[in-house]
């Protein structure tokens, strides 16, 4: 179970003072640029005093995924306990690394829906692809029960301006206060589930210490052939001193967690369903939803959904990815086959140009190079300018009804003015373009390019064979699994 005495922490015992004058409501800060958001990890490893909990669907072998695994093996040194789950999808091939650091007394590793063919999960698929479909997409870290970070990024240099050829474009919110209690109860929910297994069960022999020195070992020695290009220390500490600051600017609102319960995978989903309180809340609408998100997939429910709302005068504006930007082909034919009918209706559409300037200057992008893509993968909404959610739900069917999602919902119209500025950098014309249509109603792109306007009548920069396959894509009956 989640760390109980949080109060015993020096952070904790801040936090509650906090929280005194804050009577009902918990503090947030959104993390809009890469560099920073991954500090901030890497800072809550060194603050940690009793425990570091950590949800996440992907965590690269990279150099980030490397750093932030060797920080949190320095914190279970220190007596820190560490629990990690992480969804299966991506880890082929990771089970002996992964069993070695789970032979630390402090660090106890579960995996989510594990595939049963260690070595060849094609035959999952084949016999068993109802289970193996379902994903666990969290991106949860929690600190002592304390200090919490929610949103949309995993773990791997894509997520943190460290790509030198692609990076995404993202957001996170960080929390102290009663809803990380929330969160470390979302938690403790995935954690105890049937559907985590432990990783020493899925090994074909116990991993020793010797195992996780060597382990370590090569980590390290990778580490230092890879380096972090940013001064991470020095980063790491700047924040550190900063921290009094940082969590007196804290915005205090009412906030919560909005999540998928595991145990609801193969049932009816829940009253909790993150879908079905995103339509609940859709019908209290009066004047506005701005919406990122990497996928944008609609079917005839959310079409409808909102066309009803455009026309009793809420305004919608949604910025999802091109076809260049986006890294799912499939995702991308599953948006564009209702993207003319939700312009039609009145909805404002913009995409993300591959080459955003938005996304090399996150942060100290120096090691970025002019040609490198652009991609998005912020899952953030602002309802009536009150109130926002930040997490891992896309709008597409797969965050709807197959895999389980997180985030955080928090009514503050000061905290929402700050997440409609990201979103608006995001629709200006030099990161984006506006999908709109021409006297004959077909789409036409616009966008501006040192300082001119430019029209498309095709999706942009995109060559026939793209735009061919995701013509096709569209014809099949898949659009319930993007």
Not at 334 to 357: H, I, Q
Request: aromatic share 8%; proline share 3%.
């Amino acid at each position: 179970m989640a760390f109980k005495d949080y109060k015993e922490t020096v952070i904790g015992r801040k936090i509650v003072g906090m929280e005194m004058t804050h009577p009902g409501e918990s503090g947030f800060a959104i993390m809009r640029n890469s560099v920073p958001a991954y500090t901030s990890r890497i800072m809550l490893t060194e603050l940690a005093e009793k425990s570091l909990d950590l949800q996440y669907y992907i965590w690269e072998a990279d150099a980030t995924g490397r750093i932030f695994a060797d920080r949190l093996i320095r914190a279970a040194d220190r007596g820190v306990r560490v629990r990690i789950l992480v969804d299966d999808m991506n880890l082929s091939d990771s089970d002996a690394t992964i069993a070695s650091l789970d032979a630390h007394q402090h660090i106890e590793i579960r995996i989510f829906n594990p595939f049963s063919h260690r070595s060849k999960r094609y035959l999952d698929f084949l016999t068993d692809l109802k289970r193996v479909n379902h994903r666990m997409h969290n991106k949860i870290m929690v600190m002592d029960n304390t200090l919490a970070i929610v949103g949309g990024r995993n773990i791997g240099n894509h997520y943190f301006g460290v790509d030198t050829q692609a990076n995404f474009r993202d957001l996170d919110i960080a929390a102290a206060g009663p809803v990380v209690r929330e969160v470390s109860s979302t938690f403790d929910r995935f954690w105890n589930s049937d559907w985590s297994v432990p990783i020493k069960t899925l090994v074909d022999r116990p991993y020793t210490q010797e195992d996780l020195q060597t382990a370590i070992s090569v980590m390290r020695k990778k580490i230092e052939e890879h380096d972090y290009p940013y001064p991470l220390d020095e980063d790491v500490a700047d924040l550190m001193s900063e921290l009094e600051n940082i969590l007196d600017d804290l915005i205090w609102a009412p906030g919560t967690v909005i999540w998928d319960d595991p145990e609801d995978i193969d049932a009816q989903p829940g009253d909790d369903n993150i879908d079905r309180k995103f339509y609940e809340k859709m019908a209290t609408l009066s004047t506005e939803m701005l919406v990122e998100s990497a996928y944008f997939v609609t079917r005839e429910r959310g079409v409808e959904t909102a066309r009803k709302l455009i026309d009793r005068g809420v305004r919608i504006r949604v910025l999802t990815n091109s076809l260049l930007s986006n890294d799912v082909l499939a995702a991308h034919a599953g948006y564009a086959k209702n993207r003319t009918e939700l312009v039609k209706n009145g909805l404002e559409l913009y995409e993300l140009r591959p080459d955003a300037g938005t996304i090399r200057n996150s942060g100290r992008q120096s090691i970025v190079s002019a040609e490198s893509m652009a991609a998005l993968h912020t899952k953030a909404l602002v309802f009536d300018r009150e109130s926002v959610f930040i997490g891992s739900f896309n709008l597409d069917p797969r965050s709807a009804n197959i895999n389980t999602e997180a985030g955080l919902y928090v009514e503050s119209p000061e905290l929402a003015q700050e997440v409609i500025a990201f979103l608006d950098e995001g629709v200006t014309l030099e990161n984006s373009y506006r999908v709109t249509l021409d006297e004959k109603g077909d789409l036409v792109w616009i966008t501006e390019i040192e300082g001119k306007e430019v029209r498309y009548t095709k999706d942009p920069e995109s060559s026939f064979w793209q735009r061919f396959m995701s013509g096709f894509i569209q014809m099949l009956p898949v659009q319930g699994q993007l």
